[in-house]
């Protein structure tokens, strides 16, 4: 059974921090491609970021790009999004998607909160 849990998120002050992780079982993480997304209320979800599996090549959607960092560690099986000097419009359920061998798995979603 392939699971993805994501866990870090939170309520924090405009221009903090905060850092999401994405743990994988179920699948061979190595070879799988991954993403974040995210949800505002009443919005359509987002490509945030996503990290290759082959060469770990990264692309982000424009307005993270310089203060969101994705990164991934194989032998952990997980994936991580580094979010720094948050705007109150990244506020959103944040979710991890893979893709391996053509398939593709959401995880439950975390919710990021930025409000002074």
């Known amino acids: 059974q392939v699971q993805l849990v994501e866990s870090g998120g939170g309520l924090v002050q405009p221009g903090g921090s905060l850092r999401l992780s994405c743990a994988v079982s179920g699948l061979p993480f190595s070879t799988a491609t991954m993403s974040w997304y995210r949800q505002a209320a009443g919005k359509t979800r987002e490509l945030v970021a996503i990290?290759?599996?082959?060469?770990?090549?990264?692309r982000y959607t424009d307005s993270v790009r310089g203060r969101f960092t994705i990164s991934r560690d194989n032998d952990k099986s997980t994936v991580y999004l580094q979010m720094n000097r948050l705007r109150p419009e990244d506020t959103a359920m944040y979710y991890c998607?893979?893709?391996?061998?053509?398939?593709?798995?959401w995880g439950q979603g975390t919710q990021v909160t930025v409000s002074s």
């Open positions: 998607y893979a893709v391996e061998s053509q398939r593709t798995y």
């Open positions: 990290i290759t599996w082959l060469d770990s090549d990264t």
